[in-house]
């Protein structure tokens, strides 16, 4: 059984690093989790909080996927904290952040000279292989505008979208083009990179070189700068080396998953350098999108498909890029174990239990209609300005099930529930993501009742009836 058990994780692990992408994995995943799937549960060892939240709303639909695909059916995914990945993550971040200031100049004066930049020397990411739609049109003229002026019409470009998107994609693509056309200083490093480093130096008496080599550069990529959340001293770090960048003509170009004003525990001062340059979002692509991307994916791959089987697949993977490339690699992968050609049966065949398609997203209406109804108000109510417990509580819960479950952006939820200021939803999701991390019970009064639920419990609750 216990084989059974090892057999089953190896191949849902190879199946989710395959959906999520290498970068992602390593970033996230290589050395911070252990998975181990059994026979009636999936449990997932993370090396602290932060990683386990961040995991939980960004991959466990690639992770139930994955497991879905190989065991055959739905198992429940427990994630909880092991302390000896944070003490080997730890270390071997550090290790590996103190070799890399070694390799900087060991004079703080000495000047930094244009070298091979961190961006793969293999130009994988380009802008001529970026397929543009509505979904990310405006990314796409912006990453034109850096390479044409960086640092000139705006500063920073911050790109956001959810995983698989494209960002990175984007980034890449900006700083290949940047190194190869002007032979500009160029660097790419994640925010946990940049945050190890200055821990290095700082430990290792290298701060001065440090930061010479970072404030001196042409162009600054930085992503996943989400990670600099809760980092006050990094944070302090960073914006040091921003003010140095700003109105001398280089860029600083930041990649997210989420918008500025949504990352948590980052400083005002922070946020509003961030928005001050220009804010670009990626959304999931479109139908005639996701065909495009079809198409150029199996190009690149040296194969044509037929519009019966793009159609199909398109119609039925309804996430990310990276979803559609994990849909299409499963189906060359089928033609060719199978030695049959690729028809719409094949795919069809293939998809099947791979990637679900996506839910319908629900609308704010449904929502709030919902959370009145379980804690016995009126949608008025919610929409109100009252200060009352029970109405305050199913104005906030409305808040964050509308932010999770809906395409819409905060100031978007704000002026559907009456009117209200965009902080305050972000106030009231800084809130319950509080209430969750510490399992929190939320009690209230229902027609003279007490009812008491965790915030987990009551979420996942009101998810279910507004689902039905």
């Known amino acids: 059984m216990a084989l059974l058990h090892d057999t089953a994780t190896e191949h849902v692990t190879s199946d989710l690093q395959a959906a999520v992408g290498p970068e992602r ?6 050395g911070s989790t252990d998975i181990r799937v059994e026979s009636d549960r999936v449990t997932v060892g993370v090396a ?3 990683i386990s939240d961040y995991l939980k709303s960004h991959f466990t639909k690639h992770l139930a996927a994955a497991v879905r695909a190989r065991v055959g059916r739905d198992l429940p995914i427990t994630w909880h904290v092991q302390p000896d990945l944070f003490q080997k993550r730890r270390a071997a971040n550090l290790a590996d952040e103190a070799e890399a200031m070694d390799q900087l100049p060991d004079s703080a004066g000495q000047e930094t000279k244009p070298a091979p930049s961190s961006p793969p020397a293999a130009p994988r990411f380009t802008l001529d292989n970026f397929v543009v739609g509505p979904c990310n049109q405006m990314a796409y003229a912006a990453a ?4 044409t002026a960086p640092g000139k019409d705006f500063h920073p470009l911050f790109i956001h979208g959810g995983c698989g998107l494209g960002k990175t994609h984007l980034l890449y693509a900006i700083l290949h083009a940047l190194e190869t056309r002007s032979r500009l200083r160029v660097v790419c490093l994640s ?5 190890n480093r200055y821990l290095a130096g700082v430990r290792t008496g290298r701060l001065d070189a440090f930061r010479h080599h970072y404030r001196h550069l042409d162009v600054l990529a930085i992503d996943d700068v989400h990670f600099l959340g809760g980092k006050p001293a990094t944070q302090e770090e960073f914006l040091h080396t921003f003010d140095e960048f700003e109105g001398s003509g280089r860029l600083i170009i930041l990649a997210s998953d989420a918008h500025p004003t949504e990352i948590q525990a980052v400083q005002h001062r922070l946020i509003s350098r961030w928005v001050s340059g220009l804010v670009v979002h990626l959304s999931a692509p479109d139908v005639q999108t996701r065909r495009h991307i079809l198409h150029t994916k ?3 791959m040296g194969r044509t498909l037929s519009d019966d089987v793009v159609h199909l697949v398109a119609d039925r993977v309804q996430g990310s890029v990276r979803d559609l490339e994990g849909a299409l690699t499963r189906i060359l ?5 199978l030695k049959q050609p690729v028809t719409p049966m094949l795919a069809r065949q293939a998809v099947e239990g791979f990637i679900v398609t996506r839910r319908p997203r629900a609308g704010v209406r449904e ?3 919902t959370v009145a109804d379980f804690f016995g108000v009126t949608i008025e109510d919610i929409h109100s300005s009252r200060k009352a417990r029970l109405i305050s509580l199913a104005r906030q819960v409305t808040m964050v099930l509308a932010r999770e479950m809906t395409d819409l952006s905060l100031a978007e939820i704000a002026r559907l529930l009456g009117g209200k200021n965009h902080t305050t939803v972000l106030a009231a999701c800084r809130k319950w993501r509080r209430l969750l991390q510490e399992g929190t019970e939320i009690a209230w009064t229902d027609k003279s009742d007490r009812r008491a639920l965790s915030a987990e419990a009551l979420l996942a609750h009101l998810r279910e009836r507004i689902r039905r």
Do not use: G
């Open 144 to 147: 034109r505008s850096a390479i």
């Open 48 to 50: 602290n909080l932060f």
């Open 298 to 300: 199996a190009r690149e």
């Open 367 to 369: 929502i709030e209609t």
């Open 25 to 30: 994995w390593r970033v996230w995943f290589d």
């Open 191 to 195: 925010a946990e990179q940049f945050t």
């Open 333 to 337: 992968a089928y033609a060719a174990l």
